[in-house]
């Protein structure tokens, strides 16, 4: 008797995928894409947006975009995908684009997201200068007027 996996791919509002006779898994995570087969043993990992790939007992490839999530495999016959969106398709190519779209996308989030940050460090240390700047009228209230704040105590 040949074994096989149950795979479940599910969203937050519907069930994508529960098939039986799964021959094999294909997914990604951070360290790259791998393979689940029978028997493999019990393993927890985070999805990376990616097209979720499995074949059927019968030969037959399945395809799933998946946008990041959690992988579960136990007792060397289930997967379950848990993730926020999920897209069958059959088209390889059109959902590889898809995920490939998604990626940049993020990318770019990121990027500007960095921009941003450092824009508002560089204010905030200019902000920081001229306070602390000798003989500004903040570091006067705080100080004796060349820029030194008095610590208290004996001179």
Do not use: K
Not at 40 to 55: E, I, Q
Not at 61 to 89: F, I, K, W
Request: glycine share 10%; net charge negative.
């Amino acid at each position: 008797m040949t074994r096989t996996l149950h795979l479940v791919v599910t969203t937050p509002d519907r069930l994508l995928v529960e098939a039986d006779g799964v021959a094999a898994v294909r997914a990604e995570d951070e360290s790259g894409s791998f393979g689940i087969l029978p028997g493999h043993t019990d393993l927890l990992t985070v999805l990376t947006a990616s097209v979720l790939r499995w074949r059927l007992a019968d030969g037959a490839t399945r395809y799933c975009v998946v946008h990041g999530g959690m992988m579960t495999v136990s007792n060397g016959d289930r997967v379950a995908v848990a993730c926020r969106q999920g897209e069958l398709g059959d088209d390889l190519a059109a959902l590889e684009a898809r995920v490939h779209a998604r990626r940049s996308a993020e990318t770019d989030a990121d990027r500007r997201a960095r921009v941003e940050q450092m824009r508002l460090h560089t204010l905030a240390v200019r902000q920081l200068l001229r306070w602390l700047r000798p003989g500004s009228a903040a570091s006067a209230a705080f100080g004796d007027g060349d820029g030194e704040a008095e610590m208290g105590g004996a001179p």
